[in-house]
C-alpha cells in the first residue's frame, strides 16, 4: 500500500467516536472491527474503497480504541452500536455496503439482516457463536451446569456469561440475504471450516479460503493476501 494521505473527519455517533474515510462520495462501507482493534485499523481498506469511489465509515466498538462510556463488549451493545451507527449512514449515503471482522460479523448477522446493503464483506467472520462458545467450555472444562451456577466464568480467551450462552442458544441466524464475500484462514481456530462452509452453502456466500492463514490475518504475508481480496470484492 502507498503511504498516501487519505482525507478523515472523526464525528461522533450516538457518543460513539468514528472515521469517516475518504472524499465526499455517495457511496460507503460501514466498518466493523473485531476484537483486539479498533476503528483506525480501517485505513487500508478505506485507502482501497477510495480508489473504488466509496468513502468508508468506522468506529470503535465497547472496550476499544476511545470508547469510555463503560458498555460492555457483549451482542446487546454490539446490536445497539450498530443500530445507531446504520441509522446515521443511511441518512448520510445513498448506497452502503457492509465490511465485518470476526466478532464484528456476528454482530452484523444479528443486526443488520433486513437493512438494504449492496453487499457484504467478511474476514474470519464468526459465523456460528454457539458453535465458538460450546469449544470454549470444552477447552476450559466449562459445564452448562457449572456456568448456570456462576453465571460468570473468567478464560484466558473470554469471559463466558451464563445470559449470553442463553442467548445465542435462542437466537441462531435464520435469515441473511445481503450478497456476501467471506475471507476465512485455513489456521482459524475459532471457526471450523464446516461451519463456515455451512453458513456460505446456508446463505449462498462466496467462499475464499487462504490456506495458511490463522484467525487475526496478521501474520506475513497476510497484508497482500488481504490487499489483494479487498481490491478483488470492494
Known sequence: MSERIIKTEKPNI???PAIVWGEESESAYIFVHGK???????????KIAEEKG?????FDLPEHGERTDGERLDVWSGK??????????????KNLSLFACSIGAYF??????????????????????RCLVKQMMLWFDVSKERLET????????????WD????ILTHPVKEWKIPTHILYGG??????????????RSFGCELTVSENSEHPFMAEGDEKILEKWYREKI
Open 108 to 129: 452484523s448477522l444479528e443486526t443488520f439482516g433486513e437493512m438494504p446493503f449492496q453487499k457484504a464483506l467478511f474476514l474470519s467472520p464468526i459465523a456460528d457463536m
Open 14 to 16: 450516538a457518543s460513539i
Open 54 to 58: 466509496f468513502q468508508t465509515l468506522s
Open 187 to 200: 489456521k482459524d481456530n475459532l471457526q471450523s471450516r464446516e461451519v463456515i462452509e455451512n453458513f456460505c
Open 164 to 167: 449470553y450462552y442463553n442467548y
Open 150 to 161: 456462576e453465571k460468570e466464568i473468567e478464560t484466558p480467551v473470554d469471559t463466558l456469561r
Open 80 to 93: 445497539k452500536d450498530l443500530s445507531e451507527i446504520a441509522d446515521y449512514a443511511f441518512k448520510r449515503w
Open 36 to 46: 483486539q482493534s479498533r476503528k483506525e485499523y480501517a485505513e487500508q481498506f478505506a
